[in-house]
């Protein structure tokens, strides 16, 4: 995996505007954002990992990747629902990676020109597919493109982060969360990253 060359900038930077960030840096050293390089697998393990923990998503996805052999589409679209649904897998989520299989397959992506493709495009692009809102479409911009300055304010995750460093885990306004994400550009898939270590010290990879 991948680290992105602008991580060393981007923490430095981070550290400058922010010192409530800038402690959580310090405090997880040696851990950064990576890609795989694989889009598929990477938004496979995107659906898997749906609103649930990143131990359980681990767990499924260690199941799902065995009966699969490879993360392939042709493979996976070729497994029955039973053998799916005994990984973990709900029936939705089964009926979310058939359709990104055949998604794949019949070339309705346009994955060639993802790299050069603005993130808004390409979040429009993904969310043809059933299952991937735009949640899921911001995971593969941070875990696949590795784009430097992705926010994902429906992260759960995030919030609590923000809510517990910035406000004593109360809820914060909209007013305040534009201030946060203004003062982290551009670099705030980094400052998302960072956030989420400090609410669970194990790395989500997908």
Not at 16 to 39: E, F, K, N, Q, V
Not at 46 to 55: D, E, L, M, N, R
Not at 183 to 194: H, I, N
Request: with cysteine; net charge positive; aromatic share 10%.
């Amino acid at each position: 995996m991948t680290t992105p060359t602008y991580w060393r900038r981007a923490l430095r930077e981070l550290r400058a505007a922010d010192p409530i960030l800038g402690a959580l840096i310090s405090r997880y050293p040696g851990l950064t954002l990576s890609s795989r390089g694989d889009p598929f697998q990477t938004l496979a393990r995107a659906i898997v990992g749906q609103q649930i923990s990143v131990k359980a998503a681990q767990s499924v996805w260690e199941r799902f990747a065995t009966a699969a052999g490879k993360v392939q589409p042709k493979r996976v679209c070729a497994l029955p629902i039973s053998t799916l649904r005994a990984c973990g897998l709900s029936g939705q989520k089964v009926t979310y990676l058939y359709d990104l299989c055949l998604h794949f397959n019949e070339n309705r992506l346009a994955v060639s020109d993802w790299p050069d493709m603005d993130d808004e495009a390409l979040i429009s692009d993904l969310t043809q597919v059933k299952g991937i809102g735009r949640w899921t479409a911001e995971m593969f911009l941070m875990f696949y493109l590795t784009r430097p300055d992705v926010f994902p304010l429906g992260d759960i995750g995030l919030i609590r982060a923000l809510q517990l460093h910035y406000n004593r885990g109360r809820e914060l306004s909209s007013r305040r969360l534009n201030a946060l994400s203004t003062l982290w550009q551009p670099w705030r898939s980094v400052a998302t990253w960072y956030l989420w270590r400090s609410i669970d010290p194990e790395p989500v990879e997908y």
